[in-house]
C-alpha cells in the first residue's frame, strides 16, 4: 500500500504538479483524453543507472506519478508502478534522486523547462509505449519537443 | 608511377593485407548507413547498382558494401528499402556488386546487418536480447529472443555470410553500429537477461562469440570483420562504459576476428558523436587504445575522421590500421583520387550536415547536402556532359546556388561569368557560417571550395557588380542565359506599418557584421538563422529574446541537428517566446502579442528580424525580355537551405 506521505517524500504536493501542469495547458489540448505520462523514481523502482534496469522486469510496486489527459486539460495523480511490463503509461520517465528533488524544488517555476534539463544531463531516463505514429495521432508531437526529445531517429 | 599525394600521404596508400587477401591502400569504404534505394522487399535496383559502381571506384583498397538484414522476417531490416540477402533469390545482383568491387581493384567486404532494437520496420515490433522500452519514438516496441530464436539468428548470420561469399565476396562484417542487435546483447542497457546470454560481460559477449563462430565455421577462408563500440555513450542511462567495451573487443579477438572496426555511440545516445559539432579526432583515442590493445588485429577507425591527412598521421602513429571511411565519400567519391594527386583543395568536403541521416529517418532514400549526384547516378540527365550547344551563361549572385550552377555549366563547356554585387563571393552562407557555434570552418569551406573550383575551371567571378535593369541594358545581348540566384532576403516590409518601424534591424546587417546589436536583444524569428545570429549573440554576452509565430522553434532545421541548437538555447539562457508576433517597437524594447491575445513587453536595445524571408526574385521581372534564357535557382526562387541551393544550382547547370 502506497501512502500519501511516502509519495509526498518522494514527488513532492500533488497540488503543485497540479497547478504546473495547469500553467502548461496550451501544451496539452491536442493531446487525446486518456493519454498517460508517468514519473517514478530510479531508486525506488530500482531502474538503476550502471547496474540492471531491474525495473524493466522485475515487480516493484513504488509510487508513479502520473499525468492523464481528462477533461480537457491534463491532471497529476499517483498510482503504483509494478515493473514496465505492467504500467499503462505511454511515456514513462524514470528520474534519479537529483532529479526528484530538483523536480520538488521547482514546482513553482517553469518545470518543463527543469525537465527537459534532466533528460539532456542524463538525470532522467524516458521510455516510450508507443511507436511514432500512434503518439503523433495522440496528440505528442509539441510535448514531445517541448521536452527536446527527438521525435524521429537522432543519429547524430 | 607514385603519385604526388600518395607520396606525401604514404602511410594511407601503402598496401595492406586482411586475411589472405592484398589491399591497394589502407583505405576501407564503411558501410556507414544504407541507401534506401532498393525494393521494399530487399531486392536490389538499378538505382543501387549504379550508385555502388561509383563507390567501387573510390579507389578504396576495401570495400564494405552497405549492410544486408539476414532473416526472411525481416525483424532485422531497420530501413525501410534496405536490402536483404536471406535467400539465393538476391544472388545475381550481390555478384554484381562484388565483381564491381574487384574490377576496380578492391577488396569486397559484404556486411551483415540484423538492427535488433532498432529492426522490424515492416513488423510494428522488433526483437532484442529483453524486453527495454524504446528511447525514440521512431522505432518500434520489443520482444525478447528466445534462446531458440537466438540460435536461428546465428544460423540466419552464418546463412548470409555462406551466401556474401558465393556471391564473390572475400570477406564479412557483422556489426554493433549503432545499437543494433550484436550491441543489444553487450550492452547491459539492453541486456537483462538471466541466463547464460546475460548478466556479467563474459555471458553477455555469448551472443557474438557464437556469431563469430558461427561465420568463421561458415566461411572458414575468409575474413570477418566486426564494428563494436569503443564508447556506447549510453553509460548514464546503464550501458556499458568503456572499459567493457574493451572487454568485449577483447573476446572478438580471442575468437579469431581478422578486423576490429571501432565505433562511437548509439543513434539513442544523448551526445554526439559525428555531427559537426564534433571536432575531427576527437574520437581517435578509442581507436588507439583498441590497437595498442590487440597489436596483432587490424584496426579500422574513422568516425569524425574526414581528413586524409590526418587518417595518415593516424596510420604512421599506430592510431589504426585502415582508415575508415564514408561519409566524406558520399559528399566527394574522388576524395581518395584527389588526394592521392594532391588535389585536396578540389574535394567537396563533407560538412557534417547529416542530412544523409535525416532523410533515413523520414524513411527516404540518403542524398548529400554537397554532392547533388549521390542517389541519381542511373540518371543520365544527372550526369555532366558536353553541351551540344555552347552558350553565354551569366550567373546573378556568388553564392552556393550560382557558383554550383557555374562550375557546372562550365564544365559541360558554356562559358559562364558570375556576377556578385559583394567583394567576395559566399553570399549570405559566409555571413551564416561566421555566425555559426559548431565549425564556422565547416562552412566556410564549401564557399573555399567553390572559389578554388571556379578559378580551376575558368568560371569568371566579377566582384562589386550589382545586376540591375541598367547593368542589364549594358550587356545586353552579350550572354544566351541568365541565372538568377540572388539569395533571399529578409521581408522588411511586412513591418513597415509598425510605428517606429526603423528601429528594426535587418538580421543579414547582423550577420555580415555590419550593425552590433545591444546588449539586450529581441530576435524575430527562431527558424535556422534566428537562432544561429542568437545563439552567436548570446554567446558574446548578449540577452536575447527569440519571439517565433510558430508553435516551435527551429521548425526549418534537420531532425539530426535541431536538438544541438535547442540546447544550445537552453545553455545559452536564450529566452523563447512561441506563438507570438510583433506589434510595436520603441527605442525602449519590443511588444508582442501571444496566441491568447495578450500583450507582453520585453525590453532591449535591439529588435533584429530574421524572418520572413523572401525570395530575390525581383530580377525575374527585370530581367525576362532581355535575355533569351532565364531562370532561377536556390533561395533566390524559394528560401529554404544550403542543401536546396546547392542541388538547383547543380540541376540547372547539367541542363542548360
Known amino acids: 500500500m502506497i501512502t500519501t506521505t511516502e509519495t509526498e517524500q518522494i514527488f513532492g504536493d500533488i497540488a503543485l504538479w497540479q497547478s504546473m501542469l495547469d500553467r502548461q495547458r496550451e501544451l496539452f489540448v491536442e493531446m487525446e483524453a486518456g493519454s498517460r505520462i508517468g514519473f517514478v523514481s530510479r531508486e525506488a523502482s530500482g531502474i538503476l543507472p550502471g547496474k540492471r534496469l531491474e525495473g524493466v522486469q522485475v515487480a516493484v510496486e513504488v509510487p508513479m506519478l502520473a499525468w492523464q489527459v481528462e477533461n480537457g486539460g491534463m491532471s497529476a495523480m499517483i498510482e503504483r508502478f509494478a515493473g514496465m511490463a505492467s504500467t499503462r503509461v505511454d511515456l514513462l520517465l524514470v528520474a534519479d534522486e537529483e532529479a526528484v528533488a530538483t523536480m520538488r524544488n521547482e514546482l513553482g517555476g517553469n518545470m518543463l523547462k527543469t525537465i527537459k534539463r534532466l533528460i539532456r544531463h542524463g538525470n532522467i531516463m524516458f521510455f516510450v509505449f508507443k511507436n511514432k505514429a500512434q503518439l503523433q495521432d495522440a496528440g505528442y508531437e509539441d510535448f514531445l519537443d517541448s521536452l527536446g526529445l527527438a521525435f524521429l531517429g537522432s543519429c547524430r | 608511377m607514385t603519385k604526388p599525394g600518395e607520396a606525401k600521404l604514404s602511410h594511407l596508400f601503402q598496401p595492406g593485407q586482411i586475411g589472405k587477401f592484398k589491399t591497394k591502400n589502407l583505405v576501407k569504404y564503411g558501410a556507414c548507413c544504407v541507401s534506401n534505394y532498393n525494393g521494399r522487399d530487399g531486392t536490389i535496383t538499378p538505382r543501387e547498382l549504379a550508385r555502388v559502381r561509383v563507390i567501387a571506384g573510390t579507389g578504396c583498397g576495401m570495400i564494405t558494401n552497405q549492410g544486408a538484414y539476414p532473416d526472411p522476417l525481416g525483424e532485422g531490416k531497420s530501413y525501410f528499402r534496405q536490402v536483404a540477402i536471406h535467400d539465393d533469390k538476391f544472388l545475381p545482383q550481390f555478384e554484381t556488386i562484388a565483381r564491381y568491387i574487384h574490377d576496380a581493384g578492391a577488396v569486397a567486404f559484404q ?123 549510453m553509460d548514464r542511462w546503464g550501458g556499458n562504459t568503456q572499459d567493457e567495451s574493451f572487454e568485449l573487443m577483447q573476446q572478438a579477438v580471442d575468437c579469431g576476428v581478422e578486423m576490429i572496426s571501432v565505433t562511437v555511440g548509439w543513434q539513442e545516445a544523448p ?217 533571399a532576403r529578409t521581408d522588411m516590409a511586412v513591418f513597415r506599418y509598425l510605428e517606429n518601424s526603423e528601429l528594426l534591424i535587418d538580421a543579414l546587417e547582423v550577420a555580415h557584421g555590419r550593425v552590433k546589436p545591444g546588449k539586450r536583444v529581441v530576435m524575430i524569428g527562431g527558424g535556422m538563422i534566428g537562432l544561429t545570429i542568437s545563439e552567436f549573440l548570446a554567446k558574446a554576452g548578449h540577452e536575447v529574446t527569440v519571439i517565433e509565430q510558430e508553435k516551435r522553434i527551429g521548425g526549418d532545421i534537420m531532425p539530426t541537428f535541431k536538438w544541438r541548437h535547442t540546447a544550445w538555447v537552453d545553455e545559452l539562457g536564450i529566452q523563447t517566446v512561441t506563438l507570438a508576433h510583433l506589434i510595436k517597437v520603441s527605442k525602449e524594447g519590443a511588444t508582442v502579442k501571444t496566441a491568447k491575445g495578450e500583450e507582453k513587453f520585453i525590453p532591449c536595445d535591439s529588435v533584429i528580424v530574421s524572418s520572413p524571408r523572401k525570395a530575390n526574385h525581383d530580377l525575374f521581372y527585370e530581367f525576362q525580355w532581355m535575355v533569351d534564357e532565364l531562370h532561377g535557382g536556390g533561395d533566390a526562387t524559394v528560401p529554404r537551405g544550403l542543401d536546396a541551393a546547392i542541388h538547383e544550382g547543380y540541376r540547372l547547370g547539367v541542363r542548360i
Not at chain 2, 559528399?331 to 533515413?360: F, Q, T, W, Y
Request: charge should be neutral.
Open chain 2, 111 to 233: 556486411q551483415i546487418l540484423h538492427a535488433g532494437r532498432y529492426g522490424g520496420i515492416d513488423l510494428g515490433y522488433c526483437v532484442q536480447p529483453s524486453v527495454v522500452p524504446q528511447t525514440l519514438p521512431h522505432f518500434r516496441p520489443p520482444r525478447e529472443l528466445t534462446k531458440a530464436q537466438i540460435k536461428v539468428v546465428i544460423e540466419q548470420h552464418a546463412d548470409a555470410a555462406r551466401r556474401a561469399i558465393r556471391a564473390g565476396f572475400d570477406g564479412t562484417e557483422i556489426t554493433s553500429f549503432m545499437g543494433y542487435l550484436l550491441a543489444n546483447f553487450n550492452s547491459r542497457f539492453t541486456n537483462q537477461r538471466t541466463d547464460e546470454y546475460g548478466g556479467s560481460v563474459e555471458n553477455r559477449g555469448r551472443f557474438m562469440r557464437e556469431l563469430i563462430d558461427a561465420i568463421k565455421q561458415a566461411t572458414p577462408d575468409n575474413p570477418l570483420s566486426v564494428r563494436l563500440n569503443g564508447a556506447e555513450l
Open chain 2, 271 to 487: 551526445e554526439s558523436s559525428f555531427g559537426r559539432d564534433v571536432e575531427p579526432g576527437y574520437w581517435n583515442f578509442l581507436s588507439a587504445k583498441a590497437k595498442k590493445m590487440f597489436p596483432n588485429v587490424l584496426v579500422a577507425f574513422g568516425n569524425r575522421l574526414p581528413d586524409p591527412a590526418m587518417a595518415n598521421d593516424c596510420i604512421r602513429e599506430g592510431v589504426f590500421d585502415y582508415w575508415e571511411v564514408c561519409r566524406p565519400l558520399l559528399a566527394d567519391p574522388e576524395l581518395i583520387h584527389k588526394a592521392a594527386e594532391d588535389r585536396m583543395e578540389e574535394v567537396r568536403p563533407c560538412i557534417g550536415s547529416l542530412n544523409c541521416l535525416s532523410r533515413l529517418f523520414r524513411d527516404l532514400p540518403y542524398t548529400c547536402t554537397m554532392n547533388p549526384m549521390l542517389g541519381h547516378e542511373v540518371e543520365p540527365e544527372y550526369h555532366v556532359t558536353e553541351a551540344k550547344e555552347k552558350k553565354r551563361i551569366m550567373v546573378i549572385g556568388a553564392g552556393p546556388a550560382g557558383m554550383e550552377a557555374a562550375i557546372t555549366a562550365r564544365k559541360r563547356g558554356h562559358t559562364v561569368t558570375v556576377f556578385e554585387k559583394a567583394d567576395k563571393i559566399g553570399g549570405n552562407l559566409a555571413a551564416y557560417a561566421s555566425n555559426d557555434l559548431a565549425r564556422p570552418v565547416d562552412l566556410h569551406s564549401v564557399i573555399d571550395y567553390y572559389a578554388v573550383m571556379a578559378k580551376k575551371l575558368g568560371v569568371e567571378v566579377r566582384l562589386n557588380t550589382e545586376a540591375n535593369a541598367k547593368f542589364m541594358r549594358s550587356v545586353l545581348h552579350e550572354y544566351d542565359v541568365c541565372i538568377v540566384a540572388a539569395g
